[in-house]
């Protein structure tokens, strides 16, 4: 019997206020149809469009009525007009999910989702599909990235991919955390602004606004063209088209690579609009991608017609066009990130030459035999970049752009090489984070990763935090100059500035007792190692001499780890933060060793002196074996960034609790409409589910979030209970709450591989430091996903 397909991939597409699928036609439904049209014979890619919040159709008879007055049935595929009182109830319950209310028929469309990807579920037999592409312009883009968010809420499982073109919230909304928070299961964001829209109310969702809970894995793109709101939406005039054939081509680019267009060949049809309103469609075979070559030509066109892009009454200039350096460095060279990119890959030795200084990746140090072999390679350098300046300047479409760099650099394009200047720049070889997750491995990209995390702190201070103070907003300006001064300096030297830097906003704060928001992150992203080293020695050394429980093997490597502790706050090699790191690995690592009994002797005398201290002392001050592990649990989670292993599990449980409230609280609309309801569980399910999220929280509350023994025992608890209810009631009906616990116990599992749980012999501690330097990927297997150090 053939296995029936499932639905793997899902497309929705959100159009912008006001427009409909009848009267207004775009990027956006042109890529929905050829999304439908490419897949035509594939059932494992399904698509939907929604009409924009307040549209109308052109007839009262529509079968598409305005967002807001209907109910979308998924068995019959129509739209059912409902009563204020309905749609009231559906507003409430969104609301209640995600904690806003955006209006305008917002949660309705983002409910039609809900309900559309719950039918595809059932539809899949209860197989969840693995990825949701969300593409959106203006409100509609703002619709996808809080559709994101619910995605998350309620299917924090499946994978996301977000195409935002210019997110307009509206006045009002974008405050609304799901409007600027990029949750953890967006796998891509791309974001696209406009930088000329002049009209109040208007303003977007930006780079400093926006908000990561996954920055090490979320691949970002952010990038600026130049225009009003929705110059690229269709192509209008000739000196305005650059935009509209770049944004299309990212839009190709964005379906293919995540699964919704044939990555070989595909067709895709853009809009042109003339000056007499009529519309006309003009077919790109997107197999024929632009090129590298046919981008940069296109982006330097569009510098050229910077003034008809900008042409406009400026009532309300956005803040990315008066801060454009924020999105590119030289913006008055460079349109944004990818222009820069594109002009190095294409043009390297010229962009060596005036931003990087001439730097020799193969002689770095500059060493040479002699000051006529150093002036022989720097003149043959000055030929290759004369040869890539006069090729640009014979390109009608880069012309433009070499006067740009000749009058900004000060040469003579009709006279090379020999009215070139020095070479200019900051010798090094530039990096780019363009398309990359925005915090990478250390030390490699630790530069980069220090820039990241002070501009977050700055904007999400700026933006997102109630509280304020005259200190604070002085450091937010610190750490934002500190940011733009880095970038301007070789890198090593921008590493020792910007940790110079944190030392000192530190000390401010700290003489000045501003312990707010600002202090909390600083102290997460460069933590006091040798403080910490203190007080990891000092808990060490009182058990070495007070704790008459532990045996010789236990000792000898307590004392080991004390020397460790020293050995990596000596280490000139590691910054602080790494530094802590190292020795919170110790500590786990020491954990696993010595806070369990050798044998039962040792384990009936630790117990007894529990028993007979209890009388005389506070358990604070009895030191045996469970003290230690508390003690050793503490530290362990006393430096790090990161939601441990309980908190994670406790997320996964409350996800479950809401998905299944929110679905109870619209079961008579569904039953009404008799469309099937998702299975949810109100009773002993969520009474179990309960109970753990209760003893996970108790742990945590103990000191006790990287226990594996203990999580293992609270999951163990909650896994009987549902064995216990299948047994009594004879049905099998396992969900996501049966998944949650499996993901926990497979976790802990893991886990245990890594630190072993049988104490090691006293001989046998080389082992134990050779088992600690090969401790890499402990974090990533004790954590399922990073939180954004800012986000909690």
């Known amino acids: 019997m053939k296995k029936k397909e499932t639905i793997q991939i899902v497309n929705l597409s959100f159009l912008g206020t006001g427009e409909h699928r009848e009267s207004d036609f775009h990027i956006i439904n042109s890529f929905h149809n050829t999304i439908l049209q490419a897949n035509r014979n ?94 959106g312009f203006s409100r509609g883009a703002d619709a996808c990235l809080r559709m994101a968010n619910v995605i998350y809420l309620l299917y924090p499982e499946i994978k996301v991919n977000l195409f935002l073109i210019d997110q307009v919230p509206g006045p009002g909304r974008r405050d609304h955390a799901p409007s600027y928070t990029i949750p953890p299961n967006v796998e891509n964001f791309e974001s696209t602004l406009m930088l000329h829209e002049y009209r109040p109310g208007f303003d977007p969702q930006h780079a400093g606004r926006y908000v990561f809970s996954a920055p090490e894995k979320t691949k970002s793109k952010i990038k600026i063209y130049y225009g009003e709101h929705g110059v690229g939406n269709r192509l209008e005039h000739p000196e305005k088209n650059h935009t509209a054939l770049l944004l299309h081509d990212d839009l190709n680019r964005f379906c293919r690579e995540t699964g919704t267009l044939p990555k070989m060949y595909s067709k895709f049809y853009i809009v042109h609009r003339s000056t007499k309103g009529r519309k006309q469609n003009e077919l790109i075979e997107s197999h024929l991608e632009l090129s590298d070559s046919e981008r940069f030509k296109l982006l330097c066109c569009m510098k050229k017609n910077e003034g008809s892009y900008s042409k406009g009454v400026s009532i309300n200039k956005r803040k990315i066009l008066l801060n454009r350096e924020d999105y590119v460095q030289d913006s008055t060279l460079f349109i944004n990130q990818e222009h820069r990119e594109l002009f190095k890959k294409l043009y390297p030795a010229t962009f060596n030459w005036f931003f990087e200084k001439n730097y020799d990746n193969r002689n770095p140090q500059k060493k040479f035999i ?34 740009l760099l000749a009058k900004q650099f000060q040469f003579n394009k009709n006279k090379l090489p020999q009215t070139l200047s020095i070479p200019r720049g900051i010798e090094r070889d530039e990096q780019f984070n363009f398309g990359q997750p925005l915090l990478r491995k250390e030390p490699e990209y630790r530069l980069s990763n220090l820039q990241y995390r002070l501009t977050s702190i700055a904007n999400y201070y700026h933006y997102h935090c109630d509280k304020k103070s005259e200190i604070n907003d002085q450091i937010k300006n610190i750490l934002l100059e500190s940011v733009q001064i880095s970038r301007n300096i070789p890198d090593e030297q921008a590493i020792k500035y910007l940790e110079k830097r944190i030392d000192s906003v530190k000390k401010t704060l700290e003489k ?14 460069a933590p006091d190692a040798t403080k910490y080293g203190i007080e990891v020695k000092r808990v060490l050394l009182e058990h070495l001499q007070h704790n008459e429980i532990l045996v010789k093997s236990q000792r000898v490597l307590i004392n080991f780890a004390i020397k460790e502790v020293d050995a990596i706050l000596a280490s000139k ?147 009987k209970k549902l064995t216990d209810h299948y047994l009594q009631t004879s049905q099998l009906k396992m969900d996501s709450l049966d998944q949650i616990i499996n993901e926990g116990l497979g976790l802990v599992s893991a886990m245990r591989t890594i630190v072993p749980p049988n104490p090691i012999s006293s001989s046998a501690f080389i082992d134990f430091k050779k088992r600690l330097q090969s401790l890499t990927e402990l974090e990533h297997l004790e954590y399922l996903e990073h939180n954004n150090y800012f986000n909690k």
């Open 42 to 135: 594939n059932s494992s890619i399904a698509a939907r469009l929604f009409d924009g919040p307040g549209s109308a159709p052109k007839s009262p008879t529509s079968k598409h009525p305005t967002p807001g007055t209907y109910f979308y049935n998924p068995v019959t595929h129509t739209k059912v007009p409902i009563n204020a009182f309905i749609s009231k109830k559906i507003s409430n319950a969104m609301q209640q999910l995600t904690g806003v209310l955006a209006g305008e028929g917002v949660e309705d469309l983002l409910f039609e989702a809900a309900v559309y990807l719950n039918n595809i579920i059932e539809k899949n037999e209860g197989i969840l599909p693995q990825t949701i592409n969300l593409q």
């Open 370 to 403: 002699n000051l006529l072999s150093q002036q022989k390679q720097l003149d043959a350098n000055k030929v290759l970049v004369a040869k890539e300046l006069e090729n640009m300047n014979h390109s009608r479409e880069e012309a433009h752009f070499c006067s």
């Open 512 to 525: 000045k007792n501003e312990k707010g928001f600002i202090w909390n992150q600083i102290n997460l992203i």
């Open 573 to 719: 090699e590691i910054n602080s933060m790494q530094q802590c790191q190292e020795i919170r690995k110790l500590v786990l690592l020491l954990k696993s060793e010595v806070v369990r009994s050798e044998n039962e002797h040792q384990l009936q005398r630790s117990l007894l002196k529990k028993a007979f201290l209890s009388f005389t002392q506070t358990p604070s001050q009895i030191l045996n074996l469970d003290s230690l592990e508390k003690n050793l649990n503490q530290l362990a989670n006393a430096h790090h960034d990161k939601t441990n292993t309980i908190e994670k599990i406790i997320e996964r449980v409350d996800q479950y609790y809401q998905r299944n409230t929110f679905w109870h609280s619209l079961t008579h609309i569904l039953n009404l409409f008799k469309i099937p309801s998702p299975k949810i569980n109100l009773g002993i399910k969520n009474e179990i589910a309960d109970f753990l999220r209760n003893e996970l929280l108790l742990l945590n509350d103990e000191g006790k979030e990287n226990d594996v023994d203990a999580i293992s025992e609270a999951l163990g608890k909650a896994r």
